[in-house]
């Protein structure tokens, strides 16, 4: 049973002068060259950020693999299992399976049966989003395409035998405007060769040159990723990963060159320092504007990122509490990945996919509010849960208000307004015009 549909969440625009600065368009040029990007960090991180990243504000994450099978607890199951033996997953394994029982026996029972990439995709374009991330793998090591570095231990060859990534991808671009994305983990857990690098301080290259660099290319070459999610750095430099030369790489010659994105996890010490745009830490929500582009990725799960059979309704976040996280989010000039996990099977719990949709039917009516906007300069009010964002071309400032006014008028304290130069728009945007839409 569902619970009862939530109030409305409304936006409402005002338009406030601003000071219009008339430039003069630069001299054509006979021709565009793309910069080149040196291995080193200070020339990457001049790169520009391709501006569809920050128009898009909204994103979706997908975390799916192996550990999708246990569903229990969190998708770091394996490591919290084997190398650290907390008792309650300890407890589980003992309690529901043979005593022999290995991870790896976890593999074919991931079957993606009834995985329907074109059903993901169109629930995807209901929500809103204007990208998605699917782990491609995770730290387990298991790849949700067919790996040629990862024998027997990738969808292909074991459970789905499927090529995960590419069914998602197809969907993705033939049905929807979002853009396609891929994470992918650096390390992986008990990896051999990785932990004999590990055992040597990382002097040597074993891992990063025979597995993950291979696979990143064989990833970006096949399936043209336009976010590049980079993660788990398992304590190594970014010298010990060749994480310069490889987005050199990407930057200069890939077939993404021109629209891909990164992130900051590219090694130890990079994070929120190096890279594309910054994610600092996971839910990561500063609550005020920051001078580097930035994403929060999050969980509609307040406790994992893969899917658990053990939660319970409350650990859920609900619609009201999610359209809280994107507005500050956009206001402070981030990004809102917002993440689900579905099944061993495929599917997506209704739960989330009833969140996704309800974010959909909100972003319907107050989007303008929200795609290809600015932070402006206050990010929030002296008026509790009011935050701003703004088109400065337009001229257009929204105040985006989370909770009606138990008075029924709303004072808000930041914008100043000028006699005759300054009015209300809702004759101009259905932002403001739709105050009494209520989600469904």
Not at 34 to 39: L, M, T
Not at 274 to 295: A, F, I, V
Not at 302 to 312: L, N
Not at 355 to 360: D, W
Request: with cysteine.
């Amino acid at each position: 049973m569902r619970p009862p549909a939530p109030p409305a969440l409304p936006a409402l625009g005002l338009a406030l002068p601003l000071l219009l600065l008339l430039l003069l368009p630069p001299a054509p040029r006979a021709a565009y060259r793309a910069p080149r990007f040196d291995p080193t960090w200070k020339s990457l991180d001049a790169r520009p950020l391709p501006a569809w990243f920050d128009q898009a504000k909204f994103g979706i994450f997908v975390h799916w693999g192996v550990f999708s099978v246990p569903s229990f607890g969190s998708e770091w199951f394996w490591w919290y299992w084997q190398e650290k033996k907390i008792p309650m997953y300890v407890k589980f394994m003992e309690d529901n399976y043979r005593p022999d029982f290995k991870y790896e026996d976890f593999g074919p029972l991931f079957t993606a049966r009834f995985f329907n990439a074109s059903y993901w995709a169109d629930v995807f374009q209901a929500s809103g989003a204007k990208y998605t991330v699917l782990t491609s793998k995770h730290h387990e090591g298991f790849t949700l395409w067919g790996s040629k570095h990862s024998w027997n231990w990738n969808a292909v060859d074991v459970g789905p035998k499927r090529d995960l990534v590419k069914e998602l991808e197809a969907a993705i671009r033939n049905r929807t405007d979002l853009r396609f994305g891929l994470y992918y983990s650096l390390f992986e857990w008990f990896h051999p060769l990785f932990l004999e690098d590990k055992s040597r301080s990382f002097h040597q290259q074993q891992f990063p040159v025979s597995k993950t660099l291979p696979e990143l290319y064989e990833l970006v070459n096949k399936y043209q990723p336009e976010v590049l999610w980079s993660d788990g750095d398992g304590d190594a430099p970014d010298d010990y990963w060749n994480s310069t030369v490889f987005l050199a790489w990407l930057y200069n010659q890939s077939p993404v060159r021109d629209t891909v994105v990164t992130n900051d996890r590219w090694g130890f010490g990079t994070i929120c320092k190096h890279g594309g745009y910054y994610t600092c830490s996971d839910r990561y929500h500063p609550g005020h504007l920051l001078p580097h582009k930035w994403e929060n990725c999050m969980t509609i799960d307040k406790f994992s990122w893969g899917y658990r059979r053990d939660a319970r309704l409350s650990d859920y976040l609900t619609i009201e509490e999610l359209v809280k996280e994107l507005v500050e989010t956009v206001s402070c000039g981030g990004n809102l990945l917002m993440n689900i996990g579905p099944t061993y099977d495929g599917t997506i719990p209704v739960i989330f996919e009833e969140r996704l949709r309800q974010m959909g039917t909100w972003l319907k009516v107050n989007g303008e509010a929200i795609y290809e906007t600015y932070p402006w300069r206050s990010q929030s009010d002296v008026t509790p849960d009011v935050w701003y964002t703004s088109k400065p071309k337009q001229k257009l400032v929204y105040a985006i208000y989370l909770k009606w006014p138990t008075s029924g008028h709303l004072f808000l304290g930041q914008p100043i307004a000028t006699l005759g130069a300054t009015e209300e728009c809702r004759s101009k945007t259905h932002v403001c015009t739709h105050l009494d839409q209520r989600l469904k």
